[in-house]
């Protein structure tokens, strides 16, 4: 492999970090927000599924925390390995937007 091809890769993976970092980024204000309002609606009607949905957010706030993390402090991953953590980053944030959107409604 010549030099511009490795440049050329170090600068995909590079890209495609910063794409999980962002995700991960974005995930932990959502969830932040998530929990904020959850503690509000727990605090008036003590709803069992309130709490778990409080405990849930919590949860995957750590792993966004961690992965995020990890993002920045890893060592150096294969290719498919980054890209695939990117793609799950991502489908996360999909969804903890949808949520985020029909819990604020």
Do not use: C
């Not at 959502?30 to 929990?35: M, V």
């Not at 959850?38 to 003590?46: K, N, P, S």
């Not at 849930?56 to 993002?71: H, I, K, P, Q, R």
Request: neutral net charge.
């Amino acid at each position: 492999m010549d030099a511009s091809h490795s440049r050329e890769g170090e600068r995909r993976v590079t890209l495609v970090l910063d794409a999980a970092r962002g995700a991960a980024a974005v995930n932990i204000g959502l969830l932040l927000a998530l929990i904020g309002i959850w503690v509000q609606t727990y605090r008036e009607i003590r709803a069992p599924f309130t709490l778990g949905s409080i405990l849930f957010a919590t949860f995957l706030l750590a792993e966004n925390v961690v992965a995020l993390w990890f993002y920045f402090t890893a060592p150096a991953m294969p290719v498919l390995a980054v890209e695939v953590m990117m793609v799950l980053q991502i489908l996360e944030t999909v969804g903890i937007s949808v949520l985020t959107y029909f819990t604020w409604k």
